[in-house]
């Protein structure tokens, strides 16, 4: 069955510092892949999408993924993290048959000072 | 602006007692679903629509009900509501009939049953 893992539940980082989100995917043909983020109080907003091509997709807000089929991976980073980046991070990947997407269970980024 | 709309933000309400949660959409979008959140889970699909008078079951369908009469409008019932529904209810809408359309989310229904 298709499926999401977000291994890190929670990241705290200090401002300024880079920042890497894991995401690991099981799906059996080319996937959908997602990444969205969702700050307190609020819907989702997507950060960035991977269809096919290139493999290094840059996103909003300075951030990127790369899609790693060898390890079926979609890792999201950001070279710099600020305070308004804590949030929680959501990694998804499409079915192609019902346009639905599976969410990984988020990792929340907490920003130090 | 485009944007997907729910209502209420916020809602208690007691065991048995039906409601209804709203959603809207000003994207003439095809696609529209309901997610929940619920922590530890991320979100998990409760019901789909792929255009007027079409809906599916998603992941976790029991206690819900969907309907889907006008294309901007995907309404999300609760004959009954149970404790087991509390949760943070969230709307989607995109255009189905393209690859490279991404999800859009509601700003969330946070509901409570008690």
């Known amino acids: 069955a298709q499926s999401v893992t977000q291994p890190d539940i929670h990241i705290t980082v200090s401002e300024g510092a880079s920042l890497e989100l894991r995401c690991n995917y099981s799906y059996g043909a080319t996937p959908y892949l997602f990444w969205y983020v969702q700050s307190p109080g609020q819907g989702l907003q997507l950060l960035l999408k991977?269809?096919?091509?290139?493999?290094l997709v840059q996103g909003i807000k300075g951030f990127e993924a790369e899609f790693k089929r060898s390890q079926s991976s979609f890792n999201l980073r950001k070279p710099s993290v600020h305070w308004s980046d804590a949030a929680e991070y959501f990694c998804?990947?499409?079915?192609?048959?019902?346009?639905?997407?599976?969410f990984g269970s988020g990792t929340r980024l907490l920003v130090r000072p | 602006e485009a944007q997907v709309t729910q209502n209420p933000r916020y809602l208690i309400t007691v065991t048995g007692k039906k409601l209804t949660v709203t959603c809207s959409q000003n994207?003439?979008?095809?696609?529209m679903s309901w997610y929940r959140q619920d922590p530890g889970l991320g979100l998990r699909q409760i019901y789909y629509s792929m255009n007027v008078e079409v809906t599916d079951k998603g992941d976790v369908p029991e206690g819900y009900k969907v309907s889907r009469k006008e294309k901007r409008n995907f309404p999300l019932i609760l004959e009954s509501p149970s404790p087991n529904q509390t949760s943070l209810y969230f709307c989607?809408?995109?255009?189905?009939?393209?690859?490279?359309?991404?999800?859009?989310f509601g700003n969330g229904t946070r509901l409570t049953v008690t």
């Open positions: 991977y269809f096919s091509g290139d493999t």
């Open positions: 994207m003439n979008h095809e696609y």
């Open positions: 998804a990947v499409r079915m192609d048959s019902s346009y639905k997407l599976i």
């Open positions: 989607a809408s995109s255009f189905g009939d393209r690859d490279y359309s991404p999800l859009h």
